[in-house]
C-alpha cells in the first residue's frame, strides 16, 4: 500500500527522554521507544510508566507520533502481563506498538482493539505474501526485511495491503531479523528477548567477518520517496542523544529538500558514528561487496567530538480565555493550534474583603510549571465580574486541569477480559526429520526413513531425493521473484505424491495452502506461547515445531513439537560467507572458529545464503521418555551428517543411547537448558 502523504514519515530512535527531546528538536515525524518490558533492546535505558505518559504528552504537543516497541518473544506466563500493558499503552494515548510475537498480536488485538499494530522486521516480512498475512493478522504497517533491495521494497510496497516501513540508518544485523539464535543458545542471552550480546561483533578465524557496516541510504533519499513507503526509520535506541539529534537533522533537511545527500553530508554522518563506514549493500542488490566493518580507534575519536550537549524540553506557546462570574464555575480554555481545552472548576464566589483583579489573575495562570507549555500573561483574555473572589489553590487547580487536558486525549480500552492463555488441543505425536543434504537422505535405508511419519527435502532437491521424502522444506526466504518457481515446483511435487511442508516464514503458508500441502510449522516461525499456535492455526499451520528457545516445561503447556536432535542454526545470513572467506570449493566444509576454539559449521540455504550452525550438539536420546511423557513430538534436523553417521545417529535414538557412545567427548545440548541458566533474567 503506497502511502497518501507526499513524504513518507521520519522515524527516530529515543532510548530516554533527552533524546526523544532531541528527536523532535531535529524534526523526527514520529518516535519510536521501548518500555521496561517487551522491547528488544532490554540494556537501554528505556521508558517506565510514567515517562512514557510524558513522552506521549510532548509528542501529541508537537504533532509527533509516538510508537512503542513490544517486539520480544513472549511466554505463556507473560501473557496476562502483556494485555495489561496494551491496555495501559492505549489509555495513554500511544499512537502504535511495534510487535514481533504473532501470539502478542492476538492479545493486543483483544485488550486494545484501538491500538495500532505495525509488525517489527523481527516478523521477517521479506514478501508480498508475508506483508498480506501480517494484515490479515490485524497488523496496519510491516517494517520490511533490512535484507530487501529497492525492486523489492517497491513491489511489496505496490501489492500489499498495509503500508510498509524500510530502514534508513544505523546498525545491521547480519543474520535475517527474528532468526538469529546465536546469543541466545551459545550465550545464554536471547536476542529474541531483547538480551542480545552480540557475537556477531567478534572475531571469528582471526578476523571480524560477521561485523556489518552500519546501514546508510543517506544516497538514495529520492529513491525512497519515490518508493511509496510510509515510513524511514533510523535505528538506535542504545545511542546518545547526541546521535539522535545529529541524524536526524540531516535525513530530515534531506527529506525536506528531497535529495540525496552531498559529500559533507556523508562525511557528518560518518563522524557522528560509523564502524569504517557505511553500506547500502542490500538496498542496492549488491550484497557482496565490501560491508563489513569494525569500529576503529579514528572512528571513536570522531564520534568523541560530538558536542554532548543536554537536550530540554521545548514548550509549546498557548493562548488561554478565562471566565470568573459569580454564582457560576469559573472557566479556563487553553489553545494550541487546532486543539483547544475548556475546564470548569469552583464556583466564583463574591469578595469579602480582597476581589480578583486581572493583573493578579493572569500571573497566577501564566504560571506553567513542569508542563510542556508556555503561556505569556499578553495571549491571556479574562472575562471577570467585579468583586469576584476564588482562592489561590482554586486558581491553581483550574490551570493544572487546563494544562492537563490539553496536553492528554483521554482513551479507553474495550470490555475485554486479561489474557488467560488458550487450552492447547490434544494431538497425535509425530516423528518428523528434515534433510538439508540431499546425498544424505539418499544414502539412508528404508527400514531408517520408515521410522518418520514426515520426512523434509529441501524444495529443489531432485526428484529422486522425493521418491524417499513425503514432504518438502521451504526455504526461509523466499522473496517475490521466487515465487512462480516455488509454486511451479510444489505443482510437481503435489503430483509427485508428497504431502507436506516445512514452512518457516509467515509468507510461504499460502504457497502450501495454496498447493494442496500440509503445512508443519518450523522452529523459525518463534512459537513461544500458546496465543502463536492459536494464531498460526487460523492461517492453516495446525502443527508446529516449536522455539529452539522453550524448556521442557515450557514446550508442553503448549503443545507440538521440538528438535531432539542436530545442530540448530544460529544464523540465517543473506551473504555467502564461505564464497567471501574461504572459497566455493569449501562450500559444506567451511566453518567460523571463535576465540575459544569452538567450530561453527557454514553450509548453504538457498540462493547463496548460509546457515551458521551451532557448534554444541542438540541430543535427547536418552531423555525421550520425558518428552513423550510432556506429549510432545519430536523434529530431527540433519544438516552436515553424512548418511553413514544419520543412519547411525537414527539407530541410537532408538536404543536411547547417551551422546558420548555416538560422539565421545561431546556434551549434548539439552532442551532448554540455556533457557533453564538465564530463568527470571
Do not use: W
Not at 509516538?66 to 506466563?77: A, E, R, S
Not at 503561556?375 to 492537563?404: H, V
Not at 495452502?513 to 499451520?541: Q, S
Not at 540433519?638 to 545417529?649: D, I, K, M, S, Y
Amino acid at each position: 500500500m503506497r502511502r497518501k502523504n507526499a513524504l513518507p514519515e521520519l522515524l527516530a530512535p529515543a532510548g530516554d527522554m533527552q533524546a526523544l527531546f532531541a528527536a523532535i528538536e531535529a524534526g523526527a515525524d514520529a518516535v519510536y521507544v521501548g518500555g521496561k518490558r517487551f522491547g528488544a533492546r532490554a540494556f537501554a535505558k528505556n521508558f517506565d510508566g510514567e515517562e512514557l505518559s510524558l513522552a506521549v504528552r510532548y509528542c501529541h504537543l508537537h504533532g509527533v507520533r509516538l510508537y512503542v516497541t513490544v517486539n520480544t518473544l513472549v511466554f505463556d506466563k507473560e501473557l496476562c502481563e502483556l494485555s495489561d500493558y496494551a491496555a495501559f499503552l492505549y489509555e495513554a494515548g500511544v499512537d502504535a506498538v511495534i510487535v514481533a510475537d504473532l501470539g502478542a498480536v492476538s492479545v493486543i488485538k483483544e485488550r486494545a482493539p484501538g491500538l495500532e499494530i505495525h509488525a517489527s522486521t523481527q516478523m521477517s516480512v521479506h514478501n508480498t505474501a508475508g506483508a498480506d498475512m501480517a494484515a490479515r493478522l490485524g497488523c496496519s504497517r510491516v517494517v520490511v526485511a533490512r535484507e530487501l533491495p529497492l525492486s523489492d521494497i517497491i513491489e511489496i510496497t505496490d501489492g500489499c495491503k498495509v503500508e510498509t516501513e524500510v530502514f534508513l540508518h544505523g546498525a545491521l544485523c547480519v543474520c535475517h531479523s527474528g532468526q538469529c539464535l546465536f546469543s541466545s543458545l551459545v550465550g545464554g542471552r536471547s536476542g529474541n528477548r531483547g538480551e542480545c550480546a552480540q557475537p556477531c561483533r567478534l572475531p571469528y578465524n582471526g578476523a571480524y567477518p560477521l561485523s556489518l557496516s552500519d546501514l546508510s541510504l543517506a544516497a538514495h533519499v529520492t529513491e525512497l520517496i519515490d518508493s511509496g513507503t510510509a515510513s524511514l526509520k533510523i535505528e538506535g535506541r542504545m545511542k546518545s542523544p547526541d546521535y539522535v539529534y545529529s541524524v536526524v537533522k540531516i535525513y530530515r533537511r534531506l527529506l525536506d529538500e528531497r535529495r540525496n545527500a552531498r559529500p559533507e553530508e556523508h562525511e557528518a554522518l560518518s563522524r557522528i558514528f560509523s564502524r569504517g563506514g557505511f553500506t547500502d549493500g542490500y538496498f542496492t542488490g549488491k550484497p557482496f561487496s565490501r560491508m563489513t566493518g569494525v569500529r576503529s580507534e579514528e572512528d571513536k575519536s570522531q564520534t568523541k567530538e560530538l558536542s554532548g550537549r543536554a537536550f530540554s524540553p521545548i514548550k509549546r506557546e498557548v493562548t488561554a480565555e478565562a471566565r470568573f462570574k459569580i454564582g457560576e464555575p469559573c472557566e479556563l480554555t487553553l489553545t494550541l493550534g487546532e486543539r483547544s481545552a475548556k475546564v470548569l472548576g469552583s464556583v466564583v464566589r463574591e469578595a469579602i474583603s480582597a476581589p480578583l483583579d486581572e493583573a493578579s489573575l493572569k500571573k497566577r495562570l501564566s504560571k506553567m510549571g513542569n508542563t510542556f507549555l508556555s503561556l505569556s500573561e499578553e495571549n491571556i483574555k479574562i472575562e471577570l465580574d467585579q468583586g469576584a473572589n476564588l482562592s489561590p489553590g482554586e486558581i491553581n487547580a483550574l490551570r493544572r486541569a487546563a494544562a492537563d487536558a490539553i496536553e492528554t486525549g483521554e482513551r479507553r480500552t474495550a470490555n475485554a477480559p486479561t489474557a488467560k492463555g488458550v487450552k492447547k488441543a490434544p494431538e497425535t505425536r509425530i516423528k518428523s526429520a528434515l534433510f538439508l543434504s540431499e546425498s544424505t537422505l539418499l544414502g539412508l535405508s528404508r527400514e531408517s526413513l520408515a521410522g518418520f511419519d514426515m520426512c523434509f527435502a529441501p524444495l529443489f532437491a531432485s526428484d529422486e531425493a522425493f521418491k524417499l521424502a513425503n514432504g518438502v522444506y521451504l526455504p526461509p526466504v523466499l522473496r517475490n521473484r521466487d515465487f512462480e518457481r516455488a509454486k511451479k515446483r510444489l505443482a510437481e511435487l503435489k503430483n509427485m505424491g508428497v504431502l507436506y511442508t516445512l514452512v518457516g516464514n509467515l509468507g510461504a503458508v499460502s504457497l502450501s495452502l495454496d498447493a494442496g500441502l500440509e503445512p508443519l510449522g518450523d522452529f523459525r516461525l518463534n512459537v513461544t506461547n500458546v496465543r502463536t499456535r492459536e494464531a498460526l492455526a487460523h492461517l492453516g499451520i495446525t502443527r508446529t515445531v516449536l522455539s529452539a528457545e522453550l524448556d521442557l516445561p515450557q514446550a508442553r503447556d503448549i503443545g507440538g513439537g521440538v528438535i531432539v536432535y542436530g545442530r540448530i542454526p544460529l544464523m540465517l545470513t543473506e551473504r555467502c560467507f564461505v564464497k567471501e572467506n574461504f572459497s566455493c570449493s569449501e562450500c559444506g566444509r567451511a566453518k567460523l572458529v571463535d576465540r575459544r576454539g569452538k567450530a561453527f559449521p557454514i553450509v548453504r540455504e538457498y540462493e547463496h545464503r548460509n546457515l551458521i550452525l551451532n557448534s554444541e550438539i542438540t541430543y535427547m536420546a536418552d531423555r525421550l521418555g520425558d518428552v513423550s511423557g510432556c506429549s510432545l513430538s519430536e523434529h530431527y534436523v540433519f544438516t552436515v551428517e553424512g548418511a553413514r553417521e544419520a543412519e547411525a545417529l537414527i539407530r541410537a535414538f532408538k536404543k536411547g543411547l547417551p551422546i558420548d557412545r555416538v560422539f565421545p567427548g561431546q556434551k549434548p545440548r539439552r532442551v532448554g537448558t540455556r533457557r533453564e541458566r538465564t530463568q527470571g533474567k
